[in-house]
């Protein structure tokens, strides 16, 4: 083998190697079972998840079905998460990507008020490192949930269709934020979706890290018969290993019920098994788990601060 091809060689397989590897991959916790306890000992990061109704307000004109920036409650919230030392940041606006009342938001509205939103935790939080949840792209893998007649070019093109009016306000974000949730025990299809958003994202933003959201259960799908049942911890690791292999972290995020409408508590043998598959994988890479941690402001920097303001 020549010289300069036996390098190449070795620079793609090293390449290769590295994202394989998983390096410097976060696992950010934002479950919300009842008692849960601060797990940044077992190595789960924390980030600072804004849900849509703290972020919008109805319009005071009455004229924008989709609502208005609350500029006054995310100022507030920004001056938290630099008080509390938070970096990683996700806002959860959802319903701006949806038809309302017979409107829609162009793709320019939706970066305009993005941004918008953007600059505000930026002034208040230098360190803040933000995007929104589901950009740049819908669910692919609930889309095709939806799609049971339709075959793999027709899924990805209503994907495609549903994603395009993300990406002006995707550009601007800091990261990717897609959604990673599975739908059914078919974890070689949700693989192949997992590779499929990540190409799209990686070929559109090649420098932007890719943070997916996963969940412990199985997605809310309508007359789904796996709705919210707890994944089973052999196939949770498994997730968690594919995940690593392609993304730069993800955000385990949860709400508090079951499928039976029920409260889940912390102690739940269902959330502790996927505990302990997670404390397994995270033992399997000792040295590919990052920690991010969080760095409140000294206080002589909290006090100068808050006399600026």
Partial sequence: MKPFIRAASLLFLAAASALASGKDFIIY?????????????DKLSKVFLIYESELVMPDPAGK???????????????RQSYREGYRTISTDIETWFAEKDGQILTPQELKTDFARMYQIFKEENPRA???????????????RYYQTQADNEAVLAKWRQFSKRRQMS????????????????????????????????????????????LWPQYYSASNSPYFKQFIDAERWQKMLE?????????????????ENHQIVRWNDPRIQAIMRATKSFIAAHPKDIAVEALQPPTLSKSL???KLK
């Fill in 29 to 41: 916790d934002r479950m919300d079972y009842v008692g849960k306890p601060d797990l940044t000992t």
């Fill in 64 to 78: 924008r079905k989709h609502g208005v920036l609350n500029e006054k409650r995310i100022r507030e919230l920004a």
């Fill in 129 to 143: 490192y933000i995007s929104n949840y589901g950009l740049p792209d819908e669910h692919l893998h609930a889309i």
């Fill in 170 to 213: 995707a550009a601007i974000s800091d990261y990717a934020n897609p959604v990673f949730y599975i739908t059914t025990p078919d974890l070689a299809q949700w693989e192949k979706d997992v590779q499929t958003t990540v190409a799209e994202i990686r070929k559109r933003y090649p420098d932007k890290k890719i943070i997916g959201y």
């Fill in 242 to 258: 594919i995940c690593s292999k392609y993304m730069d972290g993800v955000i385990i995020w949860s709400d508090k019920r079951d």
């Fill in 304 to 306: 100068k601060s808050s």
